[in-house]
């Protein structure tokens, strides 16, 4: 063996541990891409089930608003009270005007007095209406009210005599 021998032989053996120690380096740098790419993917799904129920909640948030805006605004309660015989009165029990109240239906009374035009009740306030049964038409058990805001009738129970 001659001196020109053992440097290439030393650069043999370096090259040959450079390419081991580039393997295993390379072999963990990949490993450790892996375990960062299944961690960003957990954290996206994380991120997007937390999205998910954030938007839950908020479409939460709005309905329970819209309901206490509800309960909140001004609502007329109607009530049928009797006052004396064949005499009633139709009371706003309510905090909003009662506009365009009128009655529905064909079992109203024989004498059913009420204008056709419709009356506006305001808060705390009635509107005297008589009801006489006769002709083989007695008094109603409920009358169907209707105002203007109000799409569907309502019934109202009628007190007895």
């Known amino acids: 063996m001659d001196m020109g021998d053992v440097p290439a032989w030393v650069a043999l053996f370096f090259s040959v541990v450079g390419v081991a120690v580039s393997y295993v380096l390379g072999k963990r740098s990949a490993d450790a891409a892996k ?6 993917q957990r954290s996206s799904d994380a991120a997007e089930r937390s999205a998910v129920a954030a938007e839950d909640s908020l479409a939460l948030q709005r309905e329970e608003a819209e ?10 309660r109607l009530v049928v009270e009797h006052v004396k015989g064949d005499r ?25 007095t009420w204008p056709s035009s ?15 049964g006769a002709s083989g038409k007695p008094i109603p058990v409920k009358l169907l009210a209707q105002w203007d805001g109000q799409p569907k009738a309502v019934p109202l129970s009628v007190p007895p005599r």
């Open 35 to 40: 375990d960062s790419a299944r961690e960003a």
């Open 67 to 76: 309901e206490r805006r509800r309960a909140a605004a001004p609502k007329v």
């Open 88 to 112: 009633y009165r139709v009371r706003n029990a309510g905090d909003a005007v009662a506009q365009n109240v009128r009655f529905l239906g064909r079992d109203l009374p024989y004498a059913f």
């Open 118 to 132: 419709g009356v506006t009740i305001p808060p705390d306030d009635s509107h005297g209406l008589r009801m006489p």
